[in-house]
């Protein structure tokens, strides 16, 4: 069965700091990746995808991810964090022929000034 | 222009008791998800539309668990005899047809089984 691993529950970092975000996938197929970003009592909403083509993936509000075949891993990476990023971060995975999304458990960013 | 809503935002239900939840999707999108949300738990995949095509129900839970999609538009997700393992969020999702098209959340409602 198809599984999202984000080992991280809750990640700390100071505001201006680099955060990296992990997610690992267990898939032996071709898989389509997303991150989406849930901002404190708001709903999900979609941060950066990558479905083929270049490894790095650019996404809204400078978050970027790599795409790792070799480690089916598709990390979040900021350079600089700001205190708006403070918001729970979830990896999600599908596969060609399988629709419905598979989540991670979430990693909640937490951006202290 | 109007994004997936979902009713009612809070519902609080005695054990045993049934309960309904409903949503709206894009206008235009074809396919329709329910997702439950537990407490440090991630979102757990529950029922999937696509169009006129049989939904994919194998994230149901059990048998009190059920829902419809009438004329390809709004959705209903049904819990009979709820129980209080049945507390959290439930989230419903729209996008257009393709593996690669984006989900649409709604809030959610959040549904406490007393």
């Known amino acids: 069965a198809q599984s999202v691993t984000q080992l991280d529950s809750q990640v700390p970092v100071f505001e201006e700091a680099p955060v990296e975000l992990r997610c690992n996938y267990s898939?032996?197929?071709?898989?389509?990746l997303f991150w989406y970003v849930q901002y404190p009592n708001q709903g999900l909403q979609l941060l950066l995808k990558?479905?083929?083509?270049?490894?790095l993936v650019k996404g809204i509000n400078g978050f970027e991810a790599e795409f790792n075949k070799s480690q089916t891993s598709f990390h979040l990476r900021k350079p600089s964090v700001h205190i708006s990023d403070t918001a729970e971060y979830f990896c999600?995975?599908?596969?060609?022929?399988?629709?419905?999304?598979?989540f991670g458990s979430g990693t909640r960013l937490q951006v202290q000034p | 222009g109007a994004g997936v809503s979902q009713s009612p935002s809070n519902k609080v239900t005695e054990k045993g008791k049934d309960v309904e939840l409903r949503c709206d999707p894009i206008s235009g999108h074809t396919a329709l998800y329910w997702y439950r949300q537990s407490l440090g738990q991630g979102l757990e995949f529950l029922i999937y539309f696509q169009g006129n095509s049989a939904p994919d129900k194998s994230g149901l839970p059990s048998d009190r668990f059920s829902a419809e999609r009438t004329g390809g538009s709004v959705s209903t997700l049904t819990i009979q005899r709820t129980q209080q393992e049945d507390s959290a969020v439930y989230l419903c999702a729209s996008s257009f047809s393709g593996e690669d098209s984006p989900l649409h959340f709604g809030n959610g409602t959040r549904l406490t089984v007393t």
């Open positions: 898939s032996s197929v071709s898989v389509y």
């Open positions: 999600a995975v599908t596969y060609t022929g399988r629709r419905a999304l598979t």
């Open positions: 990558y479905l083929s083509g270049s490894t």
